[in-house]
């Protein structure tokens, strides 16, 4: 793969990049509450500029203490915030790439959760299930603008090399930009220049007070995807003006709350759907231009760059999974590079207070673990169980030098990896199957494939350690009917051991699995009906969840949340109604249980009198999903004879 397109010098204004791949701005939540620096944060950036991208853009920085769209949100509102952005910026610059910051304000997309204060907006507009916005008065725009200009002046302090001013994703200055969500009558609000004038004027503040070499980038949702808001149209009218008003750089993106996809695109969506955006505003700007679309293929991105569609491509997401994929691409390491699977695990946890992510165990804990200590010298660790816990756990301990050993009762690695990746639009989680094929057999990890581990060969093989990851086993609820033919697991289906097609089918659980199991069915042409105890269906799913079960429901499919199964007997399903406690019967042709797992522990019990080091591992030890067995099976391995370290 020779990306020489991708990996050539590029230019921002004043500022030259050794390559042309961005870091976008992701929200990190690795600051404290006020939005000060801690140390984390430092780590997270500099491992990515380590790695070789050319340029960050720091996550969501608020200029305004009541500014926030996350909890633990960056800053650059206090003089005093500038000596933890220099912190940051040397460690970026260590490693020659380069740093800017992205000045935000939530305006109506924030909260008085999070600020204590009601959101303010252009207009007294809400987003949809969300507060209402007091609208500002004119003098609380200047002081904004000011508040803009002041962040700059705070970067620059920092030694950054530069500020992204976010006018996308349905934020404070995207709502001024949107005939939407601005309805103002005075100087801010009418026409398109009006409209526009609160980013004129934090351009022309910037470069005033941090000159005019001091590049600015512009991120601009180029299209709303909301009814009566930007249209590209507009979008190209917007990145005319903004080249006029100073910007040195247009990064296009799209969406807003109203339209999250934008921000954070599921799986369903193609690579590279937003990229006409970008290539429509680059063929009237002279200004280079950036696209950020779902983007994963490195020959996409750099026929995109050598085509002349856009200047720099966004890697945001791929830059969580694997900090190094720059170096490693740039050395012809490709077949190393651990892939984003598009689960959209950093966003649920970025909700949650922190992100993470399913792939890479070490997310936002960059200087906990710096340095492997490679005390194995040869000796033997038998792995059991090739799933994602078991695999990285083999991949850490063959970097620390033991000798490891890996047995896995089926054919290929991946285990229920390979399940997940069954489902339409869910074929990125089946590379991660093959990312760890590529590193164990490089680092020759001897892997014993269609082998179900017996004591006796354990035994022989008198291994130091065992790493137990045998996964787990679907739980089966004792009712009756429950081992009739037409039931079937999550298991069965996916793997196909029963063909299940044009029937009626009722799946008992509406979890992540339960609905993309569905959708797996549909593509069958089965009609489905969910039944779940609980009182909304895919109440517990996940943010990628959330898509399946809007496409679920456009589809049509029947749900009955607050009912139990009872019993089944041939075609018939006897439920509960569990708000009226009256029964109910269904008819269908298949029954698919997805009502979760258990620790398949059988192993692990039969061997713990006879090893002295066991380590039961990833749902072995407790049931989660690929995050929770990666993460745990990391630490387990990276701290096995290393306990001295503390985390």
């Not at 709502?175 to 009558?185: A, C, D, H, I």
């Not at 830059?319 to 012809?332: E, G, M, S, W």
């Not at 139990?564 to 269904?586: C, F, P, R, S």
Request: proline share 4%; aromatic share 8%.
């Amino acid at each position: 793969m020779d990306c020489k397109n991708l990996l050539s010098s590029g230019r921002i204004g004043s500022l030259t990049l050794k390559n042309r791949v961005i870091m976008p701005a992701m929200g990190d939540a690795l600051s404290d509450r006020t939005g000060d620096y801690i140390d984390d944060q430092k780590a997270y950036y500099q491992e990515r500029a380590k790695g070789g991208v050319g340029l960050i853009i720091t996550g969501v920085c608020r200029v305004d203490e009541a500014g926030s769209a996350i909890a633990n949100q960056f800053g650059a509102y206090d003089i005093s915030q500038a000596g933890g952005l220099k912190k940051i910026a040397d460690g970026v610059h260590r490693y020659d790439s380069r740093i800017f910051l992205q000045l935000h304000h939530a305006g109506r997309q924030g909260s008085i959760m999070l600020t204590g204060q009601q959101p303010v907006g252009p207009s007294a507009i809400p987003v949809p299930n969300y507060e209402m916005p007091r609208e500002l008065t004119t003098d609380e725009v200047k002081q904004i603008i000011n508040k803009f200009v002041f962040g700059a002046l705070i970067a620059k302090m920092g030694d950054f090399d530069g500020v992204e001013v976010h006018c996308a994703h349905g934020y404070l200055l995207n709502q001024f930009l949107s005939p939407y969500s601005n309805k103002r009558t005075d100087e801010y609000g009418g026409s398109l220049e009006n409209r526009l004038r609160i980013v004129k004027e934090i351009i022309a503040g910037i470069k005033s007070q941090c000159g005019p070499s001091f590049p600015i980038s512009v991120r601009i949702s180029a299209d709303e995807f909301v009814e009566g808001g930007i249209s590209i149209e507009e979008g190209i009218g917007i990145s005319q003006m903004l080249e006029q008003y100073g910007a040195d750089l247009i990064n296009v993106s799209g969406g807003g709350y109203q339209s999250p996809f934008g921000i954070i695109a599921p799986s369903n969506y193609k690579q590279g759907w937003m990229v006409p955006l970008a290539s429509a505003i680059k063929k009237v700007v002279k200004i280079p231009v950036a696209t950020v679309s779902l983007i994963r293929d490195f020959d996409y991105a750099d026929n995109l760059i050598s085509n002349g569609d856009v200047d720099f491509v966004c890697f945001g997401r791929p830059n969580i999974a694997d900090p190094y994929f720059v170096n490693k691409l740039k050395n012809n390491r490709e077949n190393e590079i651990r892939p984003c699977i598009t689960c959209l695990y950093c966003q649920d946890t970025l909700l949650q207070g922190r992100v993470s992510c399913s792939v890479n165990p070490v997310v936002g804990f960059e200087r906990d673990f710096q340095t492997y200590n490679k005390n194995g010298v040869g000796k033997v660790v038998a792995v059991i169980g090739g799933g994602p816990g078991g695999c990285e756990a083999a991949r850490v301990l063959a970097i620390r030098g033991y000798k490891v050993v890996l047995f896995e009762k089926k054919n290929k690695l991946g285990g229920q990896v390979n399940l997940a990746a069954m489902p339409p639009h869910k074929e990125r989680i089946g590379l991660l199957s093959t990312y760890y094929e590529n590193n164990l057999s490089r680092l020759d990890v001897e892997i014993h494939l269609d082998t179900e581990v017996t004591v006796d060969q354990l035994i022989e093989l008198n291994p130091h350690a065992i790493f137990i990851a045998t996964g787990s086993l679907p739980i089966i609820p004792p009712i009756p009917g429950i081992a009739n033919a037409n039931v079937h697991t999550i298991e069965q289906i996916l793997e196909e051991e029963v063909q299940v097609e044009n029937k009626n089918v009722l799946i008992v659980g509406s979890g992540n699995t339960g609905l993309e199991t569905a959708e797996f069915l549909l593509q069958k042409g089965n009609k489905i009906t969910f039944v779940d105890m609980l009182p909304q269906i895919g109440m517990l799913a996940s943010t990628s969840g959330n898509y399946t079960l809007g496409a679920l429901m456009a589809e049509g499919v029947g749900v009955l949340p607050n009912h139990m199964l009872k019993y089944i007997e041939g075609n018939k399903v006897g439920l509960l109604n569990t708000v009226n406690n009256e029964n109910e019967v269904k008819e269908c042709d298949a029954v698919v249980l997805s009502i979760g797992v258990r620790s398949n522990n059988e192993l692990a019990e039969k061997i713990k009198d006879k090893f002295k080091n066991i380590k039961v591992i990833a749902d072995s030890y407790q049931v989660g999903n690929i995050a929770t067995s990666v993460k745990g099976s990391f630490r387990s391995a990276f701290l096995f004879e290393n306990e001295g370290d503390e985390i």
